[in-house]
């Protein structure tokens, strides 16, 4: 993980903005001295993975050492036969089709496998070393533990003093994270967009303390982890969308930014040109009048922004998701968009699926892993979209393998971003007569302020029949001259999406 941006910021009528570089975090342990010994990602070339990560921690005086890690799977076929207790593989038995499952599949990151490390007497170097497919994978050092696995009950987690989160203050992350790259060689998932950015490639991440008067106690100790993209410009004559992120249940404002690869995801995103700029908010454990009495409000005072609805959206995972329902059923026009994904709860209450506002939104996106036994996620997703498709409100499902982890939440914001937000357009059709024919115009508006037009094309009709071959955009725009033999008396046109948008139609004109 790479060093970040700590800021220290408190909401006052006058607040400023102090940003300080944190500086690299010393290796080491305070057992002995400094060591680089972050994690090793080998490409082997060997079955099962093609790659090798060997974990090291200097510690000489530990009388044991253990690491906990994400690297239990299993597959749709095991699970099927068994849902709670599926055969777990690890790394150097994981196949191909195989997924990221904690064991047994309870909904809980506690039962992730436990490993005892190998001392080095004579460098006091503890090691693990086992095979990993692509991917990030979380994982936290056990000192001196002798708990049963894989609860651990009693001790202490400890992040990689030489792989250390980017934040020193605030709620500061017990684990850490390592990506692995994909070998095509063994069928392993190309999960490049999770890996760290070129370095001029990268935004930039901020920890910040603002002010929630009675809202919160103490009022003046409530976090934000906030990215901003590569390229930041405080006065961009087009303010930025905002992007608020939810953590689960038990979490912080920085899961997202450490455990969920908030920051490369973002930032690849970005420089391959799947999405345009924002900025995520990441708040701590907000309640529902938090996030729109006070962070909202702190967000558009000190970045910029866009200020309206259309210019925001909503998500959050598990616990964090049910604020995100709390919103979307009871104050909807607050965001344009939203996403829900594992909710335990939080279904609308009878008739509140019929709300016409909730047809007007800009995006909804909701999803629940196939395997997911945390809480009623699995079953309360089911019966949300059950109920939102009866009701005729249109959204973006996402209901893939997997299990109530990083893992799913990790490629559901993906789906969410380069599928939902931020995308949607309006399309118009103007029809001018002339001599001899009509002029058709088509104009293509995206519903959020940014800076790149839509492009792609659009498709002409007349008469509800298509007319000529589909022409492109420039600017926004696409004409078409439809000949007097060919005049009508309905004109309407069809964007069919394009690089940052989705379709849309126009109405008859």
């Known amino acids: 993980m790479r060093t970040g941006i700590r800021a220290t910021l408190t909401a006052t009528v006058a607040a400023t903005l102090i940003v300080a570089v944190v500086p690299t975090a010393t290796a080491g342990t305070p057992h002995g001295p400094a060591k680089n010994l972050s994690p090793q990602v080998v490409h082997t070339g060997t079955a099962p993975t093609g790659y090798k990560v060997t974990f090291r921690i200097y510690d000489p005086s530990a009388t044991r050492m253990r690491i906990k890690g994400e690297w239990s799977f299993s597959s749709a076929a095991d699970i099927a036969a068994d849902p709670t207790n599926p055969n777990p593989r690890y790394g150097d038995t994981w196949r191909v089709g195989d997924f990221p499952l904690a064991s047994p599949n309870a909904g809980s990151a506690a039962n992730w496998p436990v490993t005892d490390m190998v001392k080095n007497g004579a460098t006091g170097v503890w090691s693990f070393t086992t095979s990993l497919p692509s991917g990030v994978f979380n994982y936290a050092f056990y000192r001196d533990c002798d708990a049963a696995a894989p609860a651990l009950t009693g001790c202490t987690p400890a992040a990689d003093p030489s792989n250390p989160p980017w934040n020193t203050s605030g709620s500061v992350e017990a684990d850490s994270q390592v ?129 309206s609805a259309g210019g925001r959206a909503l998500a959050g995972l598990s616990g964090g998701a049910t604020v995100v329902q709390d919103i979307l059923f009871h104050r909807t026009t607050s965001f344009g968009h939203y996403a829900v994904w594992s909710a335990p709860r939080g279904l609308p209450t009878a008739g509140e699926e019929t709300n016409p506002q909730l047809k007007q939104l800009l995006g909804l996106h909701i999803g629940v892993a196939v395997q997911d036994l945390g809480g009623l996620a699995q079953g309360n997703t089911a019966a949300e979209q059950s109920l939102l498709k009866t009701a005729g409100v249109p959204f973006a499902a996402y209901n893939i393998n997997g299990g109530h982890n990083w893992s799913y939440w990790r490629n559901a914001l993906r789906d969410f971003l380069t599928r939902v937000t931020f995308r949607a357009t309006t399309t118009t059709v103007h029809a001018t007569h002339r001599p001899g024919g009509v002029q058709l115009t088509a104009r293509v508006t995206s519903a959020t302020a940014e800076p790149v037009s839509p492009t792609g094309k659009v498709q002409f009709s007349v008469d509800g029949k298509a007319y000529g071959a589909p022409r492109p955009l420039h600017n926004g725009v696409a004409t078409i001259v439809v000949p007097a033999r060919d005049a009508g008396s309905a004109y309407a046109a069809s964007y069919g999406g394009g690089q940052y948008y989705n379709a849309s139609a126009s109405t008859s004109s």
């Open 179 to 307: 990506y692995v790259p994909s070998d095509p060689k063994f069928h392993t998932t190309d999960y490049s967009w999770q890996s760290e950015a070129p370095a001029h490639q990268r935004g930039t991440l901020a920890h910040l303390t603002y002010s929630s008067p009675g809202h919160a106690n103490p009022a003046d100790k409530n976090y934000l982890s906030v990215y901003t993209p590569p390229g930041y410009d405080p006065r961009r004559a087009t303010p930025y969308p905002t992007f608020y992120l939810i953590h689960g249940g038990g979490g912080n404002e920085m899961d997202w930014s450490t455990q969920g690869d908030l920051n490369n995801i973002m930032d690849n995103l970005i420089s391959r040109g799947l999405v345009q700029p924002m900025v995520v908010v990441m708040p701590n454990n907000p309640t529902t009048a938090e996030t729109l009495d006070d962070i909202i409000p702190f967000t558009q005072q000190h970045y910029n922004v866009d200020t």
